[in-house]
């Protein structure tokens, strides 16, 4: 997949009315994938879901300090490796210690993590001194 | 949110006219099912025929109208799933929770039985 190379770097409000944009986004990028030899609509939903479900994570999660917070996204990909990381400036918590849906209860919630981690193939949360990252990366192939 | 509501033969249908049901506006859906069967609706079905798009918080308001039917006594159903909405509940097993149909009227046609 040489020549495949794709930096996209966004910043937008905290807001779930910017879920759509972030999305069509994802989308976007999985159909310009000349050389992607899987089902690209597939890819694009994928990427749309992830997208949605990691931004409304950190919206969940941005700081109280400041009103008008921003979420920033970066989604690169280089040959075949897609990497995404959604940062926020919350108080964070450890990805670790979210259980997986317990599907023999119906629970309103608790789903959009196990969304992440079924499509992507890593997914990692972590803290610098300013501010949490959750990565997500996948082959494309 | 755009939904459009239409009663047939007891069953209030409810279209979701979005092509997104995500975070953004899945709390508006829920309350509106919520309403219906807070009023005596007993039989609602939700047509997801416009709907492109959903996400865990889409899934978790028709869980919660499938939860409120229960405790009222009533049925939520199903119909029109794009087959790539259809694919997340299958990945959330929720495809075994739903009774889902290919149409409106399939569906109504159920709720008659």
């Known amino acids: 997949m040489a020549g495949?190379?794709?930096?996209?770097?966004?910043?937008?409000?905290?807001?779930?009315?910017?879920?759509?944009?972030?999305?069509?986004?994802?989308?976007?990028?999985?159909?310009?994938?000349?050389?992607y030899s899987g089902d690209k609509e597939t890819l694009a939903y994928h990427l749309n879901l992830v997208l949605t479900e990691a931004m409304v994570n950190a919206i969940k999660h941005a700081g109280p300090k400041e009103p008008e917070k921003q979420v920033r996204i970066v989604i690169s990909i280089h040959a075949d490796d897609l990497t995404i990381r959604v940062y926020d400036d919350g108080q964070g918590f450890d990805i670790?210690?979210?259980?997986?849906?317990?599907?023999e209860e119906?629970?309103?919630?608790?789903?959009?993590?196990?969304?992440?981690?079924?499509?992507?193939?890593?997914?990692?949360?972590?803290?610098?001194?300013?501010?949490?990252?959750l990565e997500m990366k996948?082959?494309?192939? | 949110m755009n939904l459009v509501n239409e009663t047939r033969n007891e069953v209030v249908v409810v279209y979701v006219k979005e092509?997104?049901?995500?975070?953004?506006?899945?709390?508006?859906?829920?309350?509106?099912?919520?309403?219906?069967?807070?009023?005596?609706?007993?039989?609602?079905?939700?047509?997801l025929k416009d709907v492109r798009f959903?996400?865990?918080?889409?899934?978790?308001?028709?869980?919660?109208?499938?939860?409120?039917?229960?405790?009222?006594?009533?049925?939520?159903?199903?119909s029109s799933l794009q087959s790539q909405v259809k694919s997340m509940f299958e990945l959330t097993r929720l495809h075994r929770v739903f009774e889902i149909f290919p149409s409106a009227a399939e569906a109504i046609e159920n709720f008659q039985q």
Not at chain 1, 13 to 33: F, M, Q, V
């Open chain 1, 4 to 35: 495949n190379t794709i930096e996209v770097d966004i910043k937008v409000p905290n807001k779930t009315r910017y879920l759509s944009l972030i999305g069509k986004i994802g989308e976007d990028i999985a159909r310009e994938l000349e050389k």
């Open chain 1, 96 to 103: 670790n210690s979210i259980p997986p849906p317990n599907f």
């Open chain 1, 106 to 133: 119906l629970e309103d919630r608790g789903r959009g993590i196990f969304l992440i981690r079924s499509l992507m193939d890593t997914v990692y949360y972590r803290k610098n001194c300013k501010e949490n990252i």
């Open chain 1, 138 to 141: 996948k082959k494309l192939v």
């Open chain 2, 19 to 47: 092509e997104r049901l995500d975070a953004h506006n899945s709390a508006e859906l829920k309350s509106a099912v919520q309403k219906l069967f807070e009023d005596g609706t007993k039989n609602v079905l939700v047509d």
């Open chain 2, 54 to 78: 959903i996400d865990s918080s889409g899934l978790g308001a028709l869980v919660s109208g499938f939860k409120n039917a229960i405790s009222h006594q009533g049925n939520l159903k199903l």
